[in-house]
């Protein structure tokens, strides 16, 4: 870890103009991602500005329908709030397949989405890794990719988002806002949030330097069943291998995301218009031109099964 | 005391202490965290510095420059370590690694320097400056499969039996065998991954040196470390009072103990090295990965008549193999027999002992070569392995097993589970989505009992304190040495207490090899009973006749309080049990019958547990609540190696690229469901006057290959490599969609 200096934020402006301002300047939140990363430094922040003291920690209602979250709520409320439960329980049950009850108390909403990746290279410094350190080259392509991403990957890096709350989010068409270094605020569609890796894989979101999260809304609720079917390792603790998310309505429409596959929650809706043709009508289509690895390909057939069960449990 | 005929009835036989349930005597301490752990003693130097290993950022090759410039100007940094000034370095008795790399790197993570500053902090973002500039004049071997053709047979090692055993006619037998299997089977490279990481505090006082740190056994750890810094071990004391764990990982001398010393020599500070969690995968010792062919030919009526194992493992030049052809000498009958170990040179970080090394691996692979032949023959593995069993060593047929009780372990073990509901034809069984299984398997780890010594004093406050260098490393040895202690002495366990990890103390052969309860009870028995006949002569009794209960000597019709004997001042005895050759005569052996219920999820192929059992015989049980804990603990480090543990190399780069606790997974709460122990009710008289033996080990033999065969009992689909993770059987389970 290197050293650093550290102060508390006293408003969202501000922080943003800090941090936009700062070369090596970066907001903290929970921590408990960040903080992980300086310790091996993969992160080496020479400013942290502290969100915790900002009112961003309140869930209300908007007009005509839906939820603001503020960026500051913690996982685990979010996951216990009940109108999430009610209305939302995909978002409910993708946080609680995450993580610990010890990481969702400290784990933020506004943090959990900017979560890094979980590519086992990107966390050893003596590896090369464009993403770590752009043009050192990709260890892991060639190399030990069984978690890695089957779509939407590029040949400068093969890595996945690895979160599960977004996945839900994204089901969901949640929308990011934001406030920049100059004060200006903006509201990013989840879909457009997370980049494609391309040349430039450093870069995890569309988000500038120094922009902050203020909040997540969620759109009017969507009835229906909700799922999220979380495929991993060990039954608890772990990332997901491959996730399913769904909100499966009476008549056999609905919407699918998958986790653990990809630089971004993974929606295709042409393909989600085959849901009533059953998963392999789906995930032919959502992981069309899909590039797996050797290690990774039993994550296409690993997709559909997944899904198959969750819309027979929809049935059911 | 020289222990070289079977006991007789001894004081331990009334069993008021002894043999029965008793939580841990430090568990308070633990539970409240004042039990205090190798990196916690900040009383012995309260202005100790901080030492950081920085290591290798190379899988093979050799450092042309170090450059410490940048680190030793950081603020806070006293020294900076390297084999430029580190003086000379040896190498351990017992590792074949080398503690510092320089010029040449073995293998990644092999430490390069270490950084002493004022914090760890400090130490930390200096190591972080230090540039060092690599050669790869060779560019190292790290993958087995690739070196198994040219790999030769080991030559014979001091454990783990030969590396090339043959009996009878093999080939031809096994050629002619009417049912036959023939497979090979892959273990994969595995991580202690205990809690507590390697750490020490070293601390010069003039020429001799105090450490506290995790190890083991201590007086190898004294010895290795000797031999590795050029310190004579008598100048050398190791505590371990408390070890968070170590399945063999802090079996003797490693980095952070050897550089700690080093450090604090060269810096003139006492140090404390804390391996941070990747240097405890790629720096240390693992269990190395084995490649097994095995090949079983039997009768139709299941006697096996040729048993084959051959076993591929890969180490570090002058390391040892995983010696998994071990249980294979002794688990089953068959006249002809061929049992060879291959040893590759790897340039892989070192492979040595995890808890039951050989057995464990070796059954992995055995284990599911028997369920594959019970399929083939169209019987119940059960009863294959009752038609296998055998009561003498099968190279020797005049040596007899002390105790087997192999058939009783898996006839009650059967029962207890309800093994009879097993649906024989694999996939038979359907719960809505989950595909239900069950399988089992055999379990044997050897019973190595060596000489140990321990102190006992008699106080004038009547209280009993035991001294031994033995360790406990979670597994319950304070509590059996205070037991045995109580036994011996006629009084409540709380009169006594056990002191543990003082390399001052009367050498054991410490926490390894399941040797250590059977081993140091027995030192404390001798040494009970060298104080018995001086208590006997201090109050003036017959030592012949005498007895001790309820806190008093009796001899005849005559009672003094114990304390009584202790009027004129504390009375210390020191003695060690010798063995005589019952071990040559006898193969002693625990012997177990593990039993698992799967099921597995038919559309994502993921596999729970639902339910295991173990049968355990192991001689004497000297606390059913600790040997139950170990056997259960084994039973969870079993479903770990059964589904999700591997240390996965990178060939490229030659290195474990998963070197953390979110890489490398072991089995949470949610993996482990209920689980059973239970020990069948024997003595083994040929061990010692306790007849026990230790069980820590035996809990791990032969769990993973039960789960094994219960997933393919679920779904038909036999998978070879371990761990059983879903994308090896994912697409050969029944079309979903
Ligand atoms: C052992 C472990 C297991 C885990 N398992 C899972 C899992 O199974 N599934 C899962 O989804 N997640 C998992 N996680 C990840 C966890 O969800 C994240 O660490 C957590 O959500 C991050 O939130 P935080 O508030 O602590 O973020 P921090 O660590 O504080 O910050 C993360 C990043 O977000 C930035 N940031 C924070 N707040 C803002 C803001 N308001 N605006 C702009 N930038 C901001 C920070 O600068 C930083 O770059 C796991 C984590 C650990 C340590
Ligand atoms: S996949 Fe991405 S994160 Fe992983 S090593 Fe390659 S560039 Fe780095």
Same mark, same amino acid.
């Given at each position: 870890m290197r050293a650093f200096t550290y102060e508390r934020a006293k408003d969202a402006a501000s922080a943003a103009r800090i941090v936009a301002g700062r070369p090596g300047a970066k907001f903290i939140a929970g921590g408990t991602n960040l903080l992980d990363l300086m310790k091996i430094e993969v992160e080496t922040p020479t400013h942290l500005v502290d969100l915790q003291d900002l009112e961003f920690d309140k869930i209300t209602p908007i007009a005509g329908g839906g939820l603001r979250i503020g960026a500051l709520v913690s996982n685990t409320d979010l996951a216990a709030d009940a109108r999430v439960r009610r209305d939302y329980g995909v978002l409910t049950r993708a946080i609680v397949a995450g993580a610990s009850g010890q990481l969702r108390n400290k784990a933020s909403t506004a943090g959990n989405l900017l979560q890094r990746t979980r590519c086992s290279y990107f966390y050893d410094t003596n590896m090369p890794c464009n993403k770590r350190k752009p043009g050192s080259g990709c260890a892991a392509i060639g190399g030990y990719s069984r978690q890695l991403g089957v779509i939407g990957v590029s040949d400068k890096c093969i890595a996945t988002f690895p979160g599960d709350m977004a996945v839900a989010m994204r089901l969901l068409d949640a929308v990011i806002e934001t406030v920049d270094g100059d004060g200006a605020s903006r509201a990013i569609p989840i879909a457009d949030f997370y980049r494609l890796w391309g040349d430039t894989p450093e870069q995890d979101t569309v988000l500038k330097p120094g922009e902050l999260i203020t909040a997540?809304?969620?759109?009017?609720?969507?009835?229906?069943?909700?799922?999220?079917?979380?495929?991993?390792?060990?039954?608890?603790?772990?990332?997901?291998?491959?996730?399913?998310?769904?909100?499966?309505?009476?008549?056999?429409? #609905?919407?699918?995301?998958?986790?653990?596959?990809? !630089?971004?929650?993974?929606?295709?809706?042409?393909?989600?218009?085959?849901? !009533?043709?059953?998963?392999?009508?789906?995930?032919?289509?959502?992981?069309?031109?899909?590039? !797996?690895?050797?290690?990774?390909?039993?994550?296409?057939?690993?997709?559909?099964?997944?899904?198959?069960?969750?819309?027979?449990?929809?049935?059911? | 005391m020289k222990f070289d005929k079977p006991a007789g009835k001894t004081p331990i036989d009334q069993l008021k202490v002894v043999g029965r349930a008793h939580s841990r005597v430090e568990g308070q301490l633990k539970a409240t965290g004042t039990a205090r752990y190798a990196a916690e003693h900040h009383e012995v130097a309260p202005d100790v510095a901080h030492g950081y290993i920085l290591g290798a950022a190379i899988g093979k090759g050799q450092i042309e420059r170090i450059d410490t410039a940048a680190a030793l100007a950081a603020p806070g940094v006293h020294a900076v370590v390297t084999h430029e000034n580190s003086g000379p370095i040896g190498i351990g008795e017992f590792y074949a @690694?080398?503690?510092?790399?320089?010029?040449?790197?073995?293998? &990644?993570?092999q430490a390069v320097a270490v950084v002493v500053a004022d914090t760890f902090e400090q130490a930390r973002a200096a190591a972080g400056l230090i540039r060092v500039t690599y050669g790869r004049d060779d560019e190292g071997q790290f993958d087995l499969a690739a070196q198994k053709p040219s790999t030769p047979i080991a030559p014979d090692e001091p454990f783990g039996g030969s590396t090339n055993q043959r009996i009878g006619d093999f080939e031809a037998t096994f050629a002619k065998a009417p049912v036959k299997v023939d497979q090979t089977y892959t273990v994969p490279d595995q991580a202690h991954a205990m809690m507590e990481p390697h750490a020490t505090i070293a601390r010069w006082d003039g020429d001799q040196l105090t450490c506290w740190t995790a190890i083991q056994a201590m007086n190898w750890g004294c010895r290795d470390l000797g031999l590795i810094i050029g310190t004579p071990k008598e100048k050398i004391r190791l505590h371990s009072a408390f070890i968070g764990g170590g399945f063999g990982g802090k079996g003797t001398t490693q980095s952070d103990l050897a550089l700690a010393a080093i450090a604090a020599r060269v810096s003139g500070r006492a140090v404390k090295v804390v391996l941070h969690r990747p240097l405890m995968f790629n720096n240390t010792i693992h269990r190395p990965k084995t490649i097994q062919r095995i090949r079983l030919g039997a009768r139709e009526d299941g006697?096996?008549?040729?048993? $084959?194992?051959?076993?591929?493992?890969?180490?570090?030049?002058?390391?040892?193999?995983?010696?998994?052809?071990?249980?294979?000498?002794?688990?089953?009958?068959?006249?002809?027999?061929?049992?060879?170990?291959?040893?590759?040179?790897?340039?892989?970080?070192? #492979?040595?002992?995890?808890?039951?090394?050989?057995?464990?691996?070796?059954?992995?692979?055995?284990?599911?070569?028997?369920?594959?032949?019970?399929?083939?023959?169209?019987?119940?593995?059960?009863?294959?392995?009752?038609?296998?069993?055998?009561?003498?060593?099968?190279?020797?047929?005049?040596?007899?097993?002390?105790?087997?009780?192999?058939?009783?372990?898996? @006839?009650?073990?059967?029962?207890?589970?309800?093994? @009879?509901?097993?649906?024989?034809?694999?996939g038979g069984r359907r719960e809505g989505k989950w595909l239900v299984g069950m399988g089992m398997a055999g379990a044997i780890r050897g019973a190595p009992i060596m000489s140990a010594g321990a102190r006992v004093r008699l106080g004038t406050d009547g209280r009993i304190i035991v001294e031994t260098d033995m360790t406990d490393i979670g597994q319950g040895s304070y509590t059996i040495v205070a037991q045995t202690a109580a036994e011996m002495m006629g009084v409540p366990l709380d009169?006594?207490?056990?002191?543990?990890?003082?390399?001052?103390?009367?050498?054991?052969?410490?926490?390894? #090899?399941?040797?250590?309860?059977?081993?140091?009870?027995?030192?404390? &028995?001798?040494?009970?009973?060298?104080?018995?006949?001086?208590?006997a002569q201090r109050v003036g009794f017959n030592e012949a006749d005498v007895a001790f209960a309820d806190g008093r000597v009796m001899s005849g019709g005559r009672s003094v309080p114990l304390v009584d004997a202790a009027k004129e001042g504390e009375i210390v005895a020191e003695d060690a049990m010798e063995f005589g050759d019952l071990a040559k005569q006898y193969a002693q052996q625990t012997v177990g019958a593990h039993f698992a219920e799967v099921a597995v999820d038919a559309y994502t192929g993921a596999i729970r547990?639902?339910?295991?059992?173990?049968?355990?015989?192991?001689?004497?049980?000297?606390?059913?609540?600790?040997?139950?804990? @170990?056997?259960?603990?084994?039973?969870?480090?079993?479903?770990?190696?059964?589904?999700?543990?591997?240390?996965?190399?990178?060939?490229?780069? $030659?290195?474990?690229?998963?070197?953390?606790?979110?890489?490398?997974?072991?089995?949470?709460?949610?993996?482990?469901?209920?689980?059973?122990?239970?020990?069948?009710?024997?003595?083994?008289?040929?061990?010692?006057?306790?007849?026990?033996?230790?069980?820590?080990?035996?809990?791990?033999?032969?769990?993973? !290959?039960?789960?094994?065969?219960?997933?393919y009992n679920a779904t038909g689909v036999r998978v070879r490599s371990y761990p059983i993770t879903l994308d090896k059987h994912l697409e050969k389970l029944p079309a979903v969609a």
């Amino acid at each position: 870890m290197r050293a650093f200096t550290y102060e508390r934020a006293k408003d969202a402006a501000s922080a943003a103009r800090i941090v936009a301002g700062r070369p090596g300047a970066k907001f903290i939140a929970g921590g408990t991602n960040l903080l992980d990363l300086m310790k091996i430094e993969v992160e080496t922040p020479t400013h942290l500005v502290d969100l915790q003291d900002l009112e961003f920690d309140k869930i209300t209602p908007i007009a005509g329908g839906g939820l603001r979250i503020g960026a500051l709520v913690s996982n685990t409320d979010l996951a216990a709030d009940a109108r999430v439960r009610r209305d939302y329980g995909v978002l409910t049950r993708a946080i609680v397949a995450g993580a610990s009850g010890q990481l969702r108390n400290k784990a933020s909403t506004a943090g959990n989405l900017l979560q890094r990746t979980r590519c086992s290279y990107f966390y050893d410094t003596n590896m090369p890794c464009n993403k770590r350190k752009p043009g050192s080259g990709c260890a892991a392509i060639g190399g030990y990719s069984r978690q890695l991403g089957v779509i939407g990957v590029s040949d400068k890096c093969i890595a996945t988002f690895p979160g599960d709350m977004a996945v839900a989010m994204r089901l969901l068409d949640a929308v990011i806002e934001t406030v920049d270094g100059d004060g200006a605020s903006r509201a990013i569609p989840i879909a457009d949030f997370y980049r494609l890796w391309g040349d430039t894989p450093e870069q995890d979101t569309v988000l500038k330097p120094g922009e902050l999260i203020t909040a997540v809304t969620l759109p009017k609720p969507l009835g229906g069943k909700h799922f999220y079917e979380k495929v991993r390792d060990r039954a608890s603790y772990a990332f997901a291998l491959v996730s399913v998310a769904a909100v499966i309505q009476p008549d056999g429409n #609905g919407r699918v995301a998958f986790g653990g596959v990809a !630089p971004r929650p993974w929606r295709i809706e042409a393909a989600e218009a085959l849901l !009533p043709r059953g998963a392999a009508a789906v995930t032919a289509r959502a992981f069309q031109g899909a590039t !797996p690895t050797k290690d990774n390909a039993f994550k296409l057939p690993l997709a559909t099964r997944a899904l198959a069960s969750v819309l027979a449990e929809a049935k059911a | 005391m020289k222990f070289d005929k079977p006991a007789g009835k001894t004081p331990i036989d009334q069993l008021k202490v002894v043999g029965r349930a008793h939580s841990r005597v430090e568990g308070q301490l633990k539970a409240t965290g004042t039990a205090r752990y190798a990196a916690e003693h900040h009383e012995v130097a309260p202005d100790v510095a901080h030492g950081y290993i920085l290591g290798a950022a190379i899988g093979k090759g050799q450092i042309e420059r170090i450059d410490t410039a940048a680190a030793l100007a950081a603020p806070g940094v006293h020294a900076v370590v390297t084999h430029e000034n580190s003086g000379p370095i040896g190498i351990g008795e017992f590792y074949a @690694q080398r503690i510092l790399a320089g010029p040449m790197v073995d293998h &990644y993570h092999q430490a390069v320097a270490v950084v002493v500053a004022d914090t760890f902090e400090q130490a930390r973002a200096a190591a972080g400056l230090i540039r060092v500039t690599y050669g790869r004049d060779d560019e190292g071997q790290f993958d087995l499969a690739a070196q198994k053709p040219s790999t030769p047979i080991a030559p014979d090692e001091p454990f783990g039996g030969s590396t090339n055993q043959r009996i009878g006619d093999f080939e031809a037998t096994f050629a002619k065998a009417p049912v036959k299997v023939d497979q090979t089977y892959t273990v994969p490279d595995q991580a202690h991954a205990m809690m507590e990481p390697h750490a020490t505090i070293a601390r010069w006082d003039g020429d001799q040196l105090t450490c506290w740190t995790a190890i083991q056994a201590m007086n190898w750890g004294c010895r290795d470390l000797g031999l590795i810094i050029g310190t004579p071990k008598e100048k050398i004391r190791l505590h371990s009072a408390f070890i968070g764990g170590g399945f063999g990982g802090k079996g003797t001398t490693q980095s952070d103990l050897a550089l700690a010393a080093i450090a604090a020599r060269v810096s003139g500070r006492a140090v404390k090295v804390v391996l941070h969690r990747p240097l405890m995968f790629n720096n240390t010792i693992h269990r190395p990965k084995t490649i097994q062919r095995i090949r079983l030919g039997a009768r139709e009526d299941g006697r096996l008549v040729a048993i $084959g194992h051959d076993s591929w493992s890969g180490n570090l030049r002058g390391g040892r193999t995983e010696p998994c052809t071990l249980p294979t000498q002794l688990m089953y009958a068959g006249e002809n027999r061929l049992l060879r170990r291959y040893l590759a040179t790897l340039d892989l970080a070192e #492979g040595s002992a995890m808890r039951a090394p050989g057995e464990a691996p070796g059954m992995m692979a055995l284990e599911i070569a028997m369920d594959e032949l019970a399929e083939k023959l169209g019987m119940d593995p059960v009863e294959l392995r009752i038609a296998n069993d055998t009561q003498v060593d099968p190279s020797k047929p005049e040596r007899r097993f002390s105790t087997r009780p192999f058939v009783q372990c898996l @006839q009650e073990g059967a029962e207890r589970f309800g093994w @009879q509901s097993r649906i024989a034809k694999p996939g038979g069984r359907r719960e809505g989505k989950w595909l239900v299984g069950m399988g089992m398997a055999g379990a044997i780890r050897g019973a190595p009992i060596m000489s140990a010594g321990a102190r006992v004093r008699l106080g004038t406050d009547g209280r009993i304190i035991v001294e031994t260098d033995m360790t406990d490393i979670g597994q319950g040895s304070y509590t059996i040495v205070a037991q045995t202690a109580a036994e011996m002495m006629g009084v409540p366990l709380d009169s006594v207490t056990a002191k543990l990890g003082d390399s001052t103390f009367p050498e054991t052969p410490g926490s390894g #090899g399941q040797a250590g309860a059977a081993s140091a009870t027995a030192a404390v &028995y001798a040494a009970c009973a060298k104080l018995r006949g001086m208590v006997a002569q201090r109050v003036g009794f017959n030592e012949a006749d005498v007895a001790f209960a309820d806190g008093r000597v009796m001899s005849g019709g005559r009672s003094v309080p114990l304390v009584d004997a202790a009027k004129e001042g504390e009375i210390v005895a020191e003695d060690a049990m010798e063995f005589g050759d019952l071990a040559k005569q006898y193969a002693q052996q625990t012997v177990g019958a593990h039993f698992a219920e799967v099921a597995v999820d038919a559309y994502t192929g993921a596999i729970r547990i639902r339910r295991m059992l173990a049968v355990c015989g192991a001689g004497r049980i000297l606390n059913p609540t600790t040997a139950r804990s @170990q056997v259960i603990g084994g039973m969870t480090m079993g479903i770990g190696a059964a589904l999700m543990e591997e240390m996965t190399v990178d060939t490229r780069f $030659g290195f474990f690229v998963n070197h953390d606790l979110a890489g490398y997974e072991v089995p949470v709460h949610a993996d482990v469901p209920h689980l059973e122990a239970h020990f069948i009710n024997e003595v083994d008289a040929t061990m010692s006057p306790l007849k026990a033996k230790g069980v820590g080990e035996l809990g791990l033999s032969g769990v993973a !290959p039960a789960i094994a065969n219960a997933v393919y009992n679920a779904t038909g689909v036999r998978v070879r490599s371990y761990p059983i993770t879903l994308d090896k059987h994912l697409e050969k389970l029944p079309a979903v969609a």
